[in-house]
T-cell receptor, first 109, second 112 residues
Framework: GIQVEQSPPDLILQEGANSTLRCNFS?????LQWFHQNPWGQLINLFY???GTKQNGRLSATTVATERYSLLYISSSQTTDSGVYFC???????????FGAGTTVTVRA | NAGVTQTPKFRVLKTGQSMTLLCAQD?????MYWYRQDPGMGLRLIHY???????AKGEVPDGYNVSRLKKQNFLLGLESAAPSQTSVYFC???????????FGPGTRLTVL
């Protein structure tokens, strides 16, 4: 079955809007990362967050490991936030980083 | 620090040709990985290495070979390229499985 599920698959935002992306996973995790893949294909590390809450500028993330989900918050979105956001986990019964299918975010000016 | 670098950035091959992709990292990481990304999908692990001189198969290893002769370098080889290997290839490194992985800029490979 699907081990890492991301929602929604697509998100269209007006510049300045806030949004929440969700990542559900099937088991306890030893590693959870959020990435932004920009329109040029570059993968950018956003957060390493197997548990707890972190903030970096307009972005923040929360992982509730006991309930098997993580949330990525984008506040005051900008056009440069456009791209695909991936959640990736190392499940406790596995060894590799497993990626979700991603959420495609489009921010319109 | 350059982080993780990959060469080449782009390559076009004909079916049956061979090539090697080079990954280098300057973070003194033990673990290194090769992934492929196909359109509309997340990344899938091809091969990985847990230290100099070691390699192991990942999720989709068929058609690829790897070598880790030096700690800082991880090579991915295609002996006889096939159109199904058209993809974007990413290299990554980390201290171990449970620590943050850092990715290179990717290599876009087209096999005709």
């Amino acid at each position: 079955g699907i081990q890492v599920e991301q929602s929604p698959p697509d998100l269209i935002l007006q510049e300045g809007a806030n949004s929440t992306l969700r990542c559900n996973f099937s088991d306890s995790v030893n590693n959870l990362q959020w990435f932004h893949q920009n329109p040029w294909g570059q993968l950018i590390n956003l957060f390493y967050i197997p548990s707890g809450t972190k903030q970096n500028g307009r972005l923040s993330a929360t992982t509730v490991a006991t309930e098997r989900y993580s949330l990525l918050y984008i506040s005051s979105s900008q056009t440069t936030d456009s791209g695909v956001y991936f959640c990736a986990v190392v499940l406790s019964n596995d060894y590799k980083l497993s990626f979700g299918a991603g959420t495609t975010v489009t921010v319109r000016a | 620090n350059a982080g993780v670098t990959q060469t080449p950035k782009f390559r076009v091959l004909k079916t049956g040709q061979s090539m090697t992709l080079l990954c280098a990292q300057d973070m003194n990481h033990e673990y290194m990985y090769w992934y492929r990304q196909d359109p509309g999908m997340g990344l899938r692990l091809i091969h990985y290495s847990v230290g100099e001189g070691t390699t192991a198969k990942g999720e989709v290893p068929d058609g690829y070979n790897v070598s880790r002769l030096k700690k800082q370098n991880f090579l991915l080889g295609l002996e006889s390229a096939a159109p199904s290997q058209t993809s974007v290839y990413f290299c990554a490194s980390s201290y171990d499985w449970y620590n943050e992985q850092f990715f290179g800029p990717g290599t876009r490979l087209t096999v005709l």
